[in-house]
């Protein structure tokens, strides 16, 4: 396994251990979760808004990268 490669795994750990200590062990936890879970229903709706948008055009990977 290269450096690189070793690098990047321990930068995937330490966010994924950060990730894990924001939504579950802070003392703000709860409201971070909240505030996580607000997020990702604005970003659904936006993605559902733009989609609808495209009306007759077809959803290809070039437009769903545009969107999201």
Same mark, same amino acid.
């Given at each position: !396994?290269?450096?690189?490669? &070793? ?9 994924? $251990?950060?990730? $894990? ?5 802070? @003392? ?5 979760? &909240?505030?996580? $879970?607000?997020? !990702? #229903?604005?970003? @659904?709706? #936006?993605?559902?808004? *733009? ?5 007759? #055009? $077809?959803?290809? *990977? *070039?437009?769903?990268? &545009?969107?999201?």
């Amino acid at each position: !396994m290269g450096t690189i490669k &070793k690098l990047g795994t321990v930068a995937g750990l330490a966010a994924a $251990a950060a990730g $894990a200590y924001y939504l579950y062990y802070s @003392k703000n936890a709860k409201k971070n979760r &909240k505030r996580v $879970a607000d997020w !990702m #229903e604005t970003a @659904k709706s #936006e993605i559902v808004n *733009e989609v609808a948008y495209l009306k007759g #055009e $077809a959803l290809n *990977e *070039e437009s769903y990268k &545009k969107i999201v």
